[in-house]
């Protein structure tokens, strides 16, 4: 992990919420303890766009989980009105090259790095089965991470448990940034493919995704704040 990013930065908060109202509550709650968010569908859906531009505008940095898959010329488009939207990282299935390629193409040469959608964390290899695919999830993360890089992409989203065989094989200068992160015995929730906030840094990623964890804690800024030193303490001994 070579890439110079600060600390906090290494924390995203996902607003998986189903109102702006929420959502802004507990930015809010948070305040300055916290940098960098995700926007995904449920709250895209509740004027999740207009907030993220509200984000960028008081110093956040903002990661549009949009999970774009279709054709090649509509994710050129998509991806370049999302250049002009000004957001920090955009999501795209990484399931074929010209999908991937598409999105290169519509990033242009604007600073938004594209991250390619692997294997959900929630998938199993039972499910990833009745999509006809004989690979392991493990296995099937890592082609998908080879096929991101050589098209350009500036990083995956992937399960921690992957991260260490991704790094090994794409190098240092390629983003790994994980969902499903959950402390040492909480719920796992609806995930499958779960790992500690200092096994995931140590074993190569550079950002953690956090959602329920913190915006459902008692007090979420204490259990934002327990996460960064979770990641501190793995810094410390990479």
Same mark, same amino acid.
């Given at each position: 992990?070579?890439? @110079? *990013?600060?600390?906090?930065? !290494? ?8 109102? &702006? ?12 303890? &916290? ?7 449920? #709250?895209? $859906?509740?004027?999740?766009?207009? $907030?993220?531009? =509200? ?6 940095? &903002? ?18 009105? %999302? ?13 074929? #090259?010209? /999908?991937?390629? %598409? ?22 290899? @039972? ?13 099937? &993360? #890592? ?32 983003? *790994?940034? /994980?969902?499903?992160?959950? #402390? ?15 096994? %995931? ?6 950002? *953690? ?5 913190? /915006?459902? %804690?008692?007090?979420? !800024? ?7 030193? =979770? *990641? ?7």
């Amino acid at each position: 992990m070579s890439h @110079d *990013i600060a600390l906090r930065e !290494r924390l995203i908060v996902a607003l998986d919420m189903p109102t &702006v109202e929420e959502a802004a509550r507990l930015v809010a709650q948070l305040g300055d303890g &916290v940098t960098f968010y995700k926007v995904g569908l449920e #709250l895209l $859906f509740a004027g999740g766009l207009d $907030f993220a531009q =509200h984000l960028k505008s008081h110093g956040k940095r &903002v990661f549009l989980d949009m999970k774009l898959l279709d054709i090649g010329n509509t994710v050129e488009r998509a991806v370049a009105n %999302a250049a002009d939207f000004g957001v920090d990282f955009l999501t795209v299935h990484g399931h074929d #090259l010209k /999908t991937l390629h %598409a999105a290169v193409v519509g990033r242009a040469n604007s600073p938004l790095k594209l991250l390619a959608v692997t294997v959900l964390t929630n998938l199993s290899s @039972d499910d990833l089965k009745q999509q006809g695919s004989s690979m392991s999830p493990s296995d099937l &993360v #890592l082609h998908r991470a080879r096929m991101a890089r050589e098209a350009g992409f500036d990083g995956v989203i992937a399960s921690g448990q992957e991260a260490h065989k991704i790094r090994a094989a794409v190098g240092p200068n390629f983003l *790994i940034v /994980t969902p499903g992160i959950r #402390l040492e015995g909480s719920a796992m929730d609806d995930q499958e493919r779960v790992m500690t906030p200092e096994h %995931a840094i140590r074993s190569g990623a550079d950002h *953690i995704v956090v959602g329920r964890p913190i /915006t459902q %804690a008692d007090d979420p !800024r204490a259990a934002a704040l327990a996460f960064l030193q =979770h *990641i501190r303490d793995a810094m410390s001994l990479n």
